[in-house]
């Protein structure tokens, strides 16, 4: 958190961080709300808690002006799938494929369909992630009409593919605008 706190006056954008509950309860869900409030942070994603236990986290992130970012996947049923997109702060998060994290080939086509079925429920912007890492994902996505992307692991690998972290900025600098030249 100390790295966001001197971050996050630099930039434009809010930030949001993406973490399994697990790190929170070890610091405490109270803690680790106002540290990231204290930080700047505007937004939390926490893909392992379950909507029905979200509930006492959320206190601590409105006690604290933190947006619980919500997500929903090809597998959840359309009534629980509403109940998240309502609940969902910020923007609605679809994730894109059942499973982990990480690259894929192509795009999972059934993204095209939840993107639709999400729009009838909501005005909310929703952004597609898990497994988008090429310019032609990010580009078939916004075809699709999503309002953004969420790219993770590919990010981290291009940090982790550098020999120095001067090399593994540039190498994020170049990947991030190829992906955002996709949207042109």
Request: net charge positive.
């Amino acid at each position: 958190m100390s790295m966001l706190k001197e971050v996050t006056p630099e930039l434009s954008c809010p930030v949001v961080i993406f973490s399994y509950f697990s790190p929170i309860l070890r610091r405490g869900a109270g803690s680790f709300a106002a540290a990231a409030k204290e930080a700047g942070v505007k937004g939390l994603i926490i893909p392992d808690l379950p909507y029905e236990e979200m509930h006492a986290f959320r206190k601590e992130a409105i006690k604290n002006n933190l947006e619980l970012i919500l997500l929903t996947t090809p597998a959840t049923p359309s009534e629980r799938m509403k109940e998240i997109t309502k609940a969902s702060e910020g923007f609605v998060y679809l994730v894109s494929v059942l499973g982990v994290t990480g690259a894929r080939a192509t795009v999972n086509p059934r993204v095209k369909d939840l993107l639709q079925e999400i729009r009838q429920v909501t005005d909310k912007a929703v952004a597609v992630g898990f497994g988008i890492s090429t310019p032609e994902h990010v580009s078939q996505i916004a075809e699709w009409g999503s309002d953004g992307v969420i790219i993770g692991s590919a990010m981290v690998k291009q940090l982790g593919e550098a020999n120095s972290p001067r090399e593994g900025l540039k190498r994020l600098e170049v990947y991030a605008k190829s992906l955002k030249n996709a949207l042109l």
